[in-house]
């Protein structure tokens, strides 16, 4: 099975279709569209991928408030996975909110055996002050050397490690925590920090031992109401 998508410009013609690379959603729907499953697609679109979708939950939610979170049953979330997996491998997959230890288990087994680029955005709550499910260090180990970009925010960090995780030296620190226990690459996001300034620290450590290291900053982003935003 090939994936193809024509410029929305132009009247397309068979000489016009472009193959898109395929990646994968391991995310939670979010009926508003501001995050899960249909921000990654709104993001892959723009980027020129094709985005398959592993739905973990649907969550009731808007810009002010999280309602309410449910969680796919496990045949449900086995059956997407086999569905996906028996058809076209991706080139990459992001995972996002994962909303079971079944869930994180199954994933978790699947990438130990398929090898491919991840990228983890570990989603704990919403940025309006919802929770979901909790994850502790043990998960963090199984899944962590499968990751090739982990992407916590300062607040997810610190609930990860059980430590405070909001200065320069503690963010470090915490990045260089998350690489012991297996991820390639670590992005601390500080959209959560003090000031006017959002502050990400990019870790990578390469197979070879290559370290590349950095700060990214950027100005906050005001609003009333902000949704999606790590």
Request: glycine share 8%; aromatic share 6%.
């Amino acid at each position: 099975m090939k994936y193809y998508a024509h410029s929305p410009s132009d009247t397309p013609t068979p000489t016009q279709a472009v193959q898109y690379p395929l990646v994968w959603s391991v995310a939670s729907s979010d009926c508003s569209g501001h995050a899960g499953s249909q921000a990654d697609l709104n993001t892959l679109s723009s980027l020129q991928c094709h985005g398959a979708t592993l739905i973990c939950a649907t969550t009731a939610q808007n810009s002010q408030s999280l309602v309410s979170v449910n969680p796919v049953s496990d045949a449900a979330f086995s059956d997407q996975l086999k569905a996906l997996s028996d058809d076209v491998l991706p080139k990459a997959i992001k995972i996002g909110l994962l909303a079971s230890a079944f869930q994180l288990a199954s994933i978790t087994e699947f990438l130990q055996h398929a090898r491919l680029p991840v990228i983890w955005d570990p989603v704990l709550g919403t940025s309006t002050g919802g929770t979901f499910a909790q994850l502790g260090k043990d998960e963090l180990t199984a899944l962590l050397p499968c990751t090739t970009l982990f992407t916590p925010n300062l607040t997810e960090a610190q609930a990860l490690l059980g430590q405070a995780v909001n200065t320069d030296n503690e963010i470090q620190a915490a990045a260089e925590q998350f690489h012991a226990m297996g991820a390639e690459g670590v992005l601390i996001k500080g959209g959560h920090g003090q000031g006017d300034l959002c502050k990400d620290w990019l870790s990578i450590r390469e197979p070879d031992g290559t370290v590349t290291q950095a700060w990214l900053v950027q100005p906050k982003l005001k609003a009333a109401h902000l949704r999606g935003t790590g």
